[in-house]
């Protein structure tokens, strides 16, 4: 007889593992893909201008078109994979990045090389949109060491890239380079259709057709002049024209975003603290990334004659910076580590100061080929904490049907950090130059200053990564976690809502619930208030419907909270699955609301109220009046530390299940490898925390949930020991025999029956002498002895009275 409580899904869990860990891998490997596609060209762009037979400021556009074709892409790609589908956008991704490999494969002229160049650039998506599908599907324990290894495959990629375009340049015809990439792309298409689920998190809603169009307009604007201003001339009115354009269309772009109801890029989401401030971070980690790419290379390739260059091969500068690309996929597990540990803000500042410590190390150490070996993993190793906390700060601060537009605009901040980098540094090794036989050469002290600005920038990052609001994981008493939580709790009814019937009971807001900014979809809210619903009823509104088309159909229930007390004052809206309000009404005493629907058909409704969380549910209208309950969640949070009570070691992977005062089972998970759980959106009330882990005593205490913020409890468990044994008679194995359990006091502990085979087993027992008692032939009783966390083996033989 076991008094544990049972470990949910274990089975699931297990089977679920191998699953989880593919499709980590092939979103990885997309990434990759994709970023070695952005480097393809870098050994043969000296000779494009003989190969397209054109000049070479117009066979610059093979590369200058990719970025733009990227910068406009990924936050579209990311709208519409929150809109439409991520993996969806992922295969469309892949398909372009196909399809433009084989364009320019099969290209022997500009025109269609640039074309080819700019369907690669629109697949630069990958990389965010699998960091989201990440976010939508795998657990809460997997999700930080899953993402930094996504996102350092951006780094991963162009490391490995160079050294293998090299390779295949030199010894193959220059078109092989694409085919190649044409190869990869579809291997990672087959392997995400055949292994990564589509994510069920949407939003839905319409494309706003505008706003990409004037954010591409804005961005193209003010990266071209960025790549094309050391051809152009900084001064020139091209390139000035162009800033001061991008300059008023991204005002106006932000104006009209701003007041529409399903933008492209939620301004107001990017605007909240950590989300702001993690963006301009990455600007300063992308320049600081890509100034390494810049310089190094250049260093190894040019002749010694210079008195600093080593004189070595495009493949050997390869060679030499691949490392850097194994150090960062290494290190993003160690950065998942150190951002459960201490948050990812620590992660991404420490990472920054170690991009620094690598510039300064370059300045020094600028003569052997092992130096610049050593440097590149040393930066190598910033970038993988860096890029392994951005998409965790990000993902802690958006709602989950906005993580893909959120992952993409990050990319894109990135993106324009490395863009800057190559027009900085072209600015400073042009005009910093010596002279080689009459040619002139970037001199050794421009190398030197690109390198302090690349370490300058990494610092900037630090003290910009400073004021991310400070990370309040587990051990936080006051206030909400902005990050997500380090631990696999999930919410009990979480995810995208169900329709829900006419006529729900109810039991059937608990299961249909979901949060607000899953719903912007249909509603053309977010939650970045209590939603427009909230703001639209005033307190001098009477009680009941108002604002209602009239003559519809009677959509009524309660809004209740946490053990079914009504919420008085609660917002209630519906609304079109096109944004638009129907009907609204406010809670009267007893929780009660009624809003009516114009005719049948699919509609939200929308409650909110102060203190608990906004929650959406969908439901379908027909002919005859509509009852539904709406249960909202509330603001409050609970986070623990379980502990061994005889060591006082964190106890990993312990159930944790929390049931309000009717046994209603409100959140389960486990704690993570610290022994810490998190969970959120509790309502202010009286709670049972269970926790069960193997060895250990199951526990059960409650729980008193404050107000606001999250309430810390930890928590001991006492270790437990087990009995078990076979009866036998004869040497037999006697099934059905009754075996009773009597502690030191008498008292019965436990009783059971043996099975077939004899056994039996009495588990979670304290410390202590215990009796057991056989029956079936004549009674039989033995004194045993346990201790805890052990397992005591007791056999018993039963005899005849005559033997």
């Known amino acids: 007889m076991s008094h544990a409580l049972p470990r949910p899904a274990d089975d699931e869990a297990v089977s679920a593992a191998p699953r989880a860990n593919a499709v980590v891998a092939v979103l990885a490997f997309g990434g990759i893909v994709v970023s070695l596609m952005q480097t393809l060209v870098i050994p043969i762009v000296p000779e494009l201008p003989k190969l397209l037979n054109a000049p070479a400021s117009d066979t610059a556009w093979a590369v200058t078109a990719t970025l733009l074709a990227a910068a406009v892409a990924v936050p579209m790609m990311g709208r519409l994979g929150d809109m439409y589908g991520k993996r969806r956008m992922l295969l469309t991704s892949l398909v372009l990045l196909i399809a433009g490999s084989v364009t320019a494969a099969l290209s022997d002229s500009l025109t269609p090389m640039i074309v080819g160049r700019v369907l690669q650039g629109m697949a630069g998506g990958v990389i965010p949109l699998g960091i989201s599908i990440m976010r939508d599907e795998l657990p809460a324990e997997r999700l930080g060491s899953a993402t930094a290894m996504m996102s350092a495959s951006l780094g991963v990629g162009a490391a490995l890239g160079l050294p293998a375009a090299a390779l295949i340049a030199d010894n193959f015809d220059w078109h092989v380079l694409f085919w190649s990439s044409a190869g990869m792309g579809v291997v990672a298409l087959l392997l995400v259709v055949s292994v990564v689920p589509e994510s069920k998190v949407r939003t839905g809603g319409r494309f706003d057709v505008v706003g990409g169009l004037g954010m591409a307009a804005g961005l193209v604007c003010l990266l071209l002049p960025i790549s094309k201003g050391g051809d152009w001339g900084w001064d020139s009115g091209t390139t000035l024209g162009l800033f001061g354009a991008s300059v008023v269309i991204l005002l106006l772009w932000g104006w009209f975003e701003l007041r529409t109801e399903q933008p492209l890029v939620d301004l107001r989401t990017t605007a909240r603290r950590q989300v702001l401030v993690t963006n301009l971070a990455s600007i300063a980690v992308g320049f600081g990334m890509f100034a390494m790419s810049l310089v190094l290379p250049q260093l190894l390739q040019l002749p010694e004659a210079t008195g600093y260059g080593l004189g070595k091969s495009l493949l050997t500068a390869g060679l030499v910076m691949a490392p850097s690309g194994l150090v960062m996929m290494a290190v993003a597990p160690v950065s998942a580590a150190l951002s459960k540990a201490k948050g990812p803000k620590a992660s991404l500042m420490l990472g920054s100061l170690i991009v620094a410590a690598g510039y300064g190390l370059n300045i020094l150490l600028m003569s052997e080929v092992w130096q610049f070996v050593l440097v590149s993993c040393v930066i190598g190793s910033g970038i993988g904490f860096t890029y392994g906390a951005m998409p965790a700060l990000i993902m802690g601060a958006v709602p989950p049907s906005q993580s893909g537009a959120a992952n993409s605009l990050n990319t894109l901040m990135r993106s324009i950090g490395t863009s800057t980098a190559s027009a900085v540094a072209g600015v400073i090794l042009s005009q910093m130059t010596t002279s080689l036989g009459g040619v002139a050469l970037p001199s050794e002290n421009g190398f030197k200053?690109?390198?302090?600005?690349?370490?300058?920038?990494?610092?900037?990052?630090?003290?910009?990564?400073?004021?991310?609001?400070?990370?309040?994981?587990?051990?936080?008493?006051?206030?909400?976690?902005?990050?997500?939580?380090?631990?696999?709790?999930?919410?009990?009814?979480?995810?995208?809502s169900a329709p829900a019937v006419a006529g729900v009971g109810p039991g059937g807001a608990a299961r249909e619930r979901t949060a607000v900014s899953a719903s912007v979809a249909a509603a053309g809210l977010d939650g970045r208030e209590r939603t427009a619903a909230s703001a639209s009823v005033t307190a001098a509104e009477p009680a009941g419907v108002s604002g209602?088309?009239?003559?519809?159909?009677?959509?009524?229930?309660?809004?209740?909270?946490?053990?079914?007390?009504?919420?008085?004052?609660?917002?209630?809206t519906l609304i079109s699955l096109g944004g638009r309000q129907l009907s609204r009404s406010v809670s009267r005493a007893d929780g009660s609301y009624g809003v009516e629907a114009p005719a049948n058909g699919s509609y939200v409704l929308i409650a909110s109220a102060d203190g608990y969380q906004p929650q959406a549910s969908t439901l379908v209208v027909t002919d005859a009046p509509v009852s539904y309950d709406v249960l909202l969640s509330g603001t409050s949070g609970l986070a623990g530390l379980v502990r061994s009570a005889d060591s006082g070691a964190p106890v990993a992977d312990a159930v944790v299940i929390v049931t309000d005062v009717r046994g209603e089972v409100l959140a389960t998970g486990r704690t993570d490898v610290l022994g810490e759980f998190v969970v959120t959106d509790l309502v202010p009330g009286t709670v049972t925390l269970a926790v069960n882990s193997p060895k250990h005593r199951p526990l059960a205490l409650p729980v008193e949930i404050g107000g606001a913020g999250t309430t810390r409890i930890e928590v001991e468990l006492r270790p437990g020991a087990h009995v078990r044994g076979t009866v036998r008679g004869a040497g037999t194995p006697l099934s059905d025999a009754r075996v009773t359990l009597v502690d030191a006091a008498g008292n019965v502990v436990a009783t059971t029956r043996t099975g077939l085979d004899g056994a039996y087993a009495f588990s979670d027992l304290d410390s202590g002498a215990y009796t057991v008692i056989a029956t079936g032939y004549p009674p039989r009783a033995a004194t045993v002895s346990v201790s805890g966390g052990g397992v005591d083996e007791h056999d018993i033989e039963l005899v005849h009275g005559g033997e």
């Open 449 to 496: 200053t690109v390198l302090a600005i690349g370490g300058g920038a990494a610092l900037l990052a630090f003290v910009v990564a400073s004021f991310i609001p400070r990370h309040r994981g587990a051990g936080a008493v006051e206030g909400v976690s902005a990050e997500e939580p380090s631990a696999g709790v999930r919410r009990e009814g979480r995810g995208t």
């Open 548 to 572: 209602s088309v009239g003559g519809g159909i009677p959509v009524s229930g309660h809004v209740l909270g946490a053990e079914r007390v009504p919420v008085t004052g609660a917002a209630v």
